[in-house]
């Protein structure tokens, strides 16, 4: 029975976003291993026992800075991959990308898929120490896909070309499968609920998230008297870039927003909203909650960035805006906030378009296909 080992940085996001997939190659007959740096007494460990997969802690930190301990993770997959010698490693998220990628230099044999959910802000920002951290890192990404075993897999086509112009892959060893999927049955349209319309944010509390933007168009629309209720639907992380969560409850203090903290019924949570936003100004893979709004039949404004395009088709099932611009935002809230009927019809055309090209059996066929064709001899 051939092993495929999934490594990340984060096991909800696993859970929230790859376990369909897992579920599937498990049925397809493959063994399936997950490492991820939650303990063995985490509660999502004993569902995944359950579901007869394999679990194994690794030392990977998802914010961690520390030099030892960086390369401590680094060595913990070194030891892991020596001790199972998986057939495929699907590594997730930037962090196992790389530390995952070093230690398969030195100990895999097997064939290893390096999956990029976005670029994040090494890509984007342009400030003095990103510009060094890129620099550093770049070598180390071109030096993991040295192997001919080597495979990289994204999500959205300029992701894809960034690196392909930066010379860190080749396109003979790239794949591209938008997104993670929806579960279509999970998420259904349902019209708006009446009332005031909620225009909603959900998602972590980061400023990369454009949640500060959020709260300024929030001000601009009830400065020009339009009657709108603006959401948060997520949690401040312990994260650099979250927004302090003095600084949220000071907004809903002013009657400025409402946060409703964090939601794990995501499908109830969307279908109270008439507008879900996205303002991010880094590089998403393809945004999940996009396209759950999408699914639910709600319209869509985004900021006009690497990922979200994929979603938003501009003027059709939703509006793209400039990135870290409130007036722009508040702009095209106010233009939907003004029209339910090209919102429901918004709605309508993103239901349509997670139908034709997101739903979860359509990305979890096409990365087993990516399996079978690395594993076939």
């Given amino acids: 029975m051939q092993k495929i080992l999934f490594v990340g940085n984060d096991l909800a996001f696993f859970f929230s976003h790859r376990l369909p997939l897992a579920q599937q190659a498990l049925r397809a007959g493959y063994q399936v291993h997950i490492a991820m740096p939650e303990g063995r007494e ?22 961690g800075r520390n ?4 390369l401590t993770a680094v060595f913990s997959l070194y030891r892991l991959y020596r001790a199972e010698r998986p057939d495929l490693i699907h590594h997730i998220a930037m962090k196992a990308i790389l530390y995952g990628g070093l230690a398969s230099l030195f100990q895999h044999s097997g064939q290893s898929l390096f999956a990029f959910t976005g670029l994040g802000t090494l890509f984007t920002h342009e400030d003095r120490g990103t510009r060094l951290l890129r620099q550093v890192l770049e070598p180390l990404y071109r030096l993991i896909f ?5 495979w990289a897999l994204f999500q959205n086509p300029d992701d894809l070309n960034l690196f392909l112009g930066s010379g860190i892959t080749s396109r003979q060893r790239s794949f591209l499968i ?6 279509l049955q999970d998420y ?7 009332g005031v319309p909620v225009v909603m944010l959900a998602s972590r509390l980061l400023r990369t998230k454009g949640v500060d933007e959020f709260a300024g168009a929030a001000a601009l629309i009830a400065a020009c008297g339009i009657r709108a209720r603006f959401v948060l639907v997520g949690d401040c992380p312990d994260n650099h870039d979250a927004v302090p969560e003095v600084r949220v409850r000071e907004w809903v203090r002013r009657g400025q927003l409402e946060w409703w903290g964090y939601c794990s019924d995501m499908p109830a949570i969307l279908v109270r909203a008439s507008i879900v936003c996205l303002p991010a100004h880094y590089r998403e893979g393809v945004p999940k909650v996009l396209l759950e709004a999408a699914a639910c039949g709600r319209a869509l404004v985004a900021s006009d960035i690497p990922g979200n395009r994929e979603v938003v088709q501009d003027g059709d099932n939703g509006l793209l805006v400039r990135p870290r611009d409130e007036h ?16 429901a019809s918004m709605g309508r055309n993103g239901r349509r378009l997670v139908e034709r090209e997101f739903s979860v059996e359509q990305v979890v066929g096409k990365t087993l296909a990516i399996y079978r064709q690395l594993l076939t001899p």
Avoid: C, F, K
């Avoid at 349209?189 to 009446?194: A, L």
């Fill in 178 to 183: 938008r997104g993670s999927g929806v579960n």
């Fill in 146 to 150: 040295l192997p001919v075993r080597a």
């Fill in 42 to 63: 985490h509660p999502l460990v004993d569902s995944l026992r359950i579901l007869g997969m394999h679990y194994h802690p690794v030392a990977i930190r998802r914010m």
């Fill in 328 to 343: 722009a935002l508040a702009a095209a809230i106010a233009t939907l906030l003004a029209d339910p009927e090209r919102r």
């Fill in 67 to 70: 030099p030892w301990h960086e």
């Fill in 188 to 194: 259904q349209p349902v019209p708006e609920p009446e």
